[in-house]
């Protein structure tokens, strides 16, 4: 659940910080810059975040759902003591 929604936001701001400009793959292969800084790409990494945090957010949704009158215990009578 959580991994869902850290996952999700990491893609959301990563692609747009600095970070993501600097890395060890655009040092080991410069030629992988120009794709890495793409808006395009950007835009479809933060996307999948977007997604990653919706999925996230519906295995929560469970959770946190409202209990139904069902559920709800209902006493008919009053307790009674058993003491003599």
């Known amino acids: 659940m959580a991994l869902f929604i850290e996952v999700g936001l990491l893609l959301i701001v990563l692609p747009w910080s600095t970070f993501w400009e600097r890395n060890y793959f655009v040092y080991l292969w410069p030629l992988l810059r120009p794709v890495i800084t793409n808006h395009f790409v950007r835009g479809a990494i ?3 975040g ?8 519906a295995e929560l949704a469970p959770v946190f759902a409202v209990r139904g009158p069902a559920e709800v215990p209902i ?4 307790e009674t003591s058993t003491r003599n």
């Not at 006493?75 to 009053?78: C, E, G, S, T, V």
């Open 50 to 57: 977007f997604v990653n945090l919706v999925a996230g957010f």
């Open 75 to 78: 006493r008919d009578a009053p």
């Open 46 to 48: 933060t996307g999948l």
